[in-house]
């Protein structure tokens, strides 16, 4: 049985996530920060349903938490399915855009990537198989007004998928990222009125998480194993 760590697995996606990856029979580390209790509940009930899955917690943006979390985990098997999923966005048009809202939507994506990735880096490569997905967002390829950190968090987080799937490509470890359009979440719904979604989505509805997890559980399978490096959107046509 494989080991999968789903970041953000409190959230609307990262819920999803799991429950697929755990369906696909891995043992699911389901991560929380401060939601940890939704990823306590989401634990019994993927082990419940016959599955196998763990609830955690650390702030992303905290290295050594992190690596406090993480190495006793790694220390006699390898997590090799790592979802980078946890976000978020703090929107404002730039010119009022407060320094904190940048620094920390870019703290939780960017630094949270390298947080998480490295300490699971060596076991993995050691085991000589892997799959590192990123979340990021349709707002990194086409640009959204007033989500200039996000977008800028996003794009970042794509070009490390890029050059790390390049470094590890050799070692049976492909990286890619997913870049999510509108998704029916709590973090959508507080941005998107069903009319805005209908003028912004050629197929006129947000996506749902598991649609997004059904990409992801397709990434982590042995089927996927010479795809790598890709930013691959899923987006309702939004293109
Ligand atoms: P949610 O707000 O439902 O979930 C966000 C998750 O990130 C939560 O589990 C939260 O943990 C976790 N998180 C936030 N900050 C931290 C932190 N500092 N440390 C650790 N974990 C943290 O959002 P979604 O499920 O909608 O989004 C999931 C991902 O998908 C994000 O990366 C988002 O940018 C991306 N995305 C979403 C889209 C959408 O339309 N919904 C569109 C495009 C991309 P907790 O709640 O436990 O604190």
Redesign the pocket.
């Known amino acids: 049985m494989k080991n999968a760590l789903v ?9 999803a996530i799991c429950r697929r990856l755990a369906a696909d029979g891995c043992h699911v580390y389901i ?6 209790q ?2 306590q509940t989401l634990a019994v009930a993927i082990c419940a349903g016959g599955g196998s899955a763990q609830a955690l ?6 290295s050594a938490a992190a690596a406090d979390v993480l190495t006793p985990l790694v220390e006699h098997q390898p997590i090799q399915i790592l979802v ?6 703090d929107d404002a048009v730039f010119p009022g855009m407060r320094a904190e809202q940048w620094h920390r939507v870019i ?3 960017v630094n ?1 990537f390298f947080n998480v990735t490295q300490p699971l880096m060596m076991p993995m490569i050691r085991s000589r198989w892997g799959r590192i997905i990123n ?5 990194a390829l086409t640009g959204n007004a007033g989500q200039v950190n ?1 977008s800028a968090a ?1 794009g970042a987080l794509n070009s490390a998928t890029k050059s790390l799937a390049r470094e590890i490509a050799s070692r049976g470890i492909t990286v890619n990222a997913v ?10 719904e507080s ?2 009125d069903a009319r805005e979604i209908a003028r912004l989505v050629p197929m006129k509805r ?2 749902s ?1 598991a649609e ?1 997890a059904d990409l992801i559980g397709f990434l982590a399978s042995a089927q996927a194993a010479y795809i790598t490096g890709q930013i691959i959107s899923i987006n309702g046509g939004m293109i």
Request: glycine content about 18%; proline content about 5%.
């Open positions: 970041t953000g697995g409190s959230g609307g996606i990262g819920a991560h929380a920060h401060r939601g940890l939704a990823a917690a650390f702030d992303v943006t905290d980078n999923n946890a976000g978020i966005h703290d939780v994506s949270g979340v990021s967002s349709i707002a996000y996003k870049a999510p359009g509108i998704i029916d979440t709590p973090m959508s941005a998107f947000a996506g998480p997004v």
